[in-house]
């Protein structure tokens, strides 16, 4: 980075999870239940994005190209974690923007995915490289509404994501671009804190069984923000 000392990309870090901290208690306060907890999501990924934006002229030297493209998807074949709000949104998303036909056959890929799950231990389930549910023709087709790994996950090796990601060992021996990375915890931490604040059920939850319960349930965004722990069942503990 151009900054010298490596307080300087912390503090900015820092700061980004503070300001998304503030920014989930403001957008919680009006509007539907279901566009609060939209909303909340959304500016979690515009902020993340504009900050990853915002370092790249910061970085020197530059980092070398990424190999991620359409197609290449090794990376979701991996259990993704994430977070209430954007599961909500992610169930909205489909529900407005896909057929009721897409939605069942959604359904259909998330069941088949959780049922190779059923009954194995976690370790074991971790290391299963099973397509993400969201896949469609090897592209992610809720791009826009991606959660935040998934935003922050790159490479500059797509042999090297094939090679460790899909034998199923561990993917740090990848290289990255740390920016994104850095960014997306940094993000995450403030959405967390500002569930927290805020008074809402926070925590991280496995993507595939959270998204079941936000699209069997149409009310979701309203049970949970009444303090309901609907999505207990797919919460992930480390």
Not at 11 to 38: C, Q
Not at 80 to 87: A, E, K, N, R
Request: charged content about 25%; aromatic content about 6%; glycine content about 8%.
């Amino acid at each position: 980075m151009t900054e010298q000392p490596g307080s300087v990309l912390d503090n900015f870090l820092g700061e980004i999870s503070k300001s998304l901290a503030s920014a989930v208690g403001n957008v919680l306060i009006n509007g539907s239940a279901s566009d609060r907890v939209e909303a909340t999501a959304r500016t979690a990924a515009d902020i993340h994005d504009r900050a990853v934006a915002g370092l790249a002229p910061m970085v020197a030297p530059a980092p070398p190209p990424l190999a991620c493209r359409r197609g290449c998807n090794y990376c979701c074949h991996v259990q993704i974690i994430t977070d209430v709000p954007t599961v909500i949104r992610l169930a909205a998303y489909f529900r407005v923007r896909f057929s009721s036909q897409e939605v069942d056959e959604l359904r259909r890929r998330i069941n088949e995915r959780l049922d190779r799950f059923e009954g194995l231990p976690e370790a074991e389930r971790r290391g299963l490289r099973l397509p993400c549910p969201l896949l469609v023709d090897g592209a992610c087709s809720a791009y826009e509404a991606r959660p935040l790994i998934c935003r922050s996950y790159n490479s500059f090796d797509a042999d090297a994501c094939e090679r460790e990601i899909m034998s199923g060992r561990s993917d740090r021996q990848i290289p990255a671009y740390d920016v994104p990375l850095r960014v997306g915890i940094a993000v995450a931490k403030g959405m967390e804190d500002g569930l927290r604040s805020a008074g809402h059920a926070h925590g991280s939850i496995e993507l595939v069984r959270g998204l079941r319960i936000a699209l069997d349930e149409p009310q979701a965004a309203e049970l949970w923000l009444a303090g309901s722990d609907l999505f207990a069942p797919a919460r992930f503990s480390s």
